[in-house]
């Protein structure tokens, strides 16, 4: 019958203060967002949405959404800090140069059939065989012509060259293979570093997706707490 009474002169009791106020102090519990429900009902399990609840307890309920919303924002700011950290050192971003490892492997006599291959492959070597050819018909065909060690047909030069030729070959292609290979772990490396950017370019794809979902609507919750703070504060000082 009290109740009535009170009902009757625009007075209604707040679900966790349990005053009796007039409406203008209170807000229909339909009408407080979802997010600051969750809040109430862990102090006060027997909330109802069909009553109502006192501005003062529903201001202290948004401060203590609020403080929680900004401690878990700080506690993932700083676990997202340190794992930027851990994943930003120069070790871990820089590639590591696969020629340098190579030749830290490298033994000696593959060493010695690079640079003689490298050496066979210029025009110095083709210089320098064309020269040593000149002079070894001159010297047997003209300043050597009463004691020529090779004289004309050249059998002895014909027996070198083909002796240069057999010796030259499998060390070209020694080191032909070794290009391969050095090829083949160029590509290996192209392929991790581009699903190392396929994995990145994912991990800053759903980083931005939760900024612009998650942070946009709790920066759009706390305008609304403002916009009702200062809403309440004009109507005390009118």
Same mark, same amino acid.
């Given at each position: ?11 209604f009791?707040?679900?966790?203060c ?7 102090d209170?807000v229909p ?7 600051i ?5 862990k ?8 009553g109502?609840?006192c501005?003062?307890?529903l ?10 919303v900004?401690?878990?924002e ?21 590639p ?6 190579y030749e ?12 003689l291959?490298?050496?066979a ?10 020269a *040593?050819? $000149?002079l070894w018909?001159?010297l047997?065909?003209?300043?050597? =012509?009463? #004691?020529?060690? @090779?004289?004309?047909?050249y ?6 060259l083909s002796v240069v030729?057999?010796i030259q ?10 290009q ?6 160029h590509a290996?490396r192209?392929?991790?570093v581009?699903i190392h950017?396929d ?5 800053l794809?759903?980083?931005i997706?939760?900024l612009?979902?998650?942070q946009?609507?709790?920066l *759009?919750? $706390? ?5 009702e703070?200062?809403?309440? =504060?004009? #109507?005390?000082? @009118?």
């Open positions: 019958m009290r109740g009535k009474e009170m009902a009757d002169q625009g007075t009791s707040c679900q966790i349990g005053i009796h106020k007039r409406k203008n209170l519990a339909e009408l407080v967002p979802a997010s429900v969750d809040i109430v009902t102090e006060h399990p027997a909330w109802s949405p069909e109502y609840i501005k003062s307890d201001n202290r309920f948004r401060i203590h959404y609020i403080r929680d900004a401690e878990k700080k506690n993932e700011y700083a676990s997202f800090k340190g794992t930027v950290s851990d994943d930003t050192t120069v070790e871990n971003h820089l590591k140069n696969d020629n340098i490892e830290k492997r490298m033994t000696f006599g593959e060493r010695v059939s690079d640079r291959a490298e050496f492959g210029s025009w110095t070597f083709i210089g320098v065989f064309t *040593m050819l $000149f018909v001159i047997n065909s003209t300043i050597l =012509l009463s #004691r020529a060690f @090779d004289p004309y047909p059998i002895l030069l014909n027996l070198v030729a057999a070959a499998p060390i070209i292609i020694m080191s032909q293979n070794r391969e290979v050095r090829d083949r772990l290996e192209d392929f991790e581009s950017t994995s990145e370019i994912h991990r794809h759903k980083k997706d939760y612009a979902t998650n946009a609507q709790k *759009m919750e $706390f305008q609304s707490f403002q916009l703070f200062i809403e309440e =504060l004009l #109507r005390k000082t @009118d």
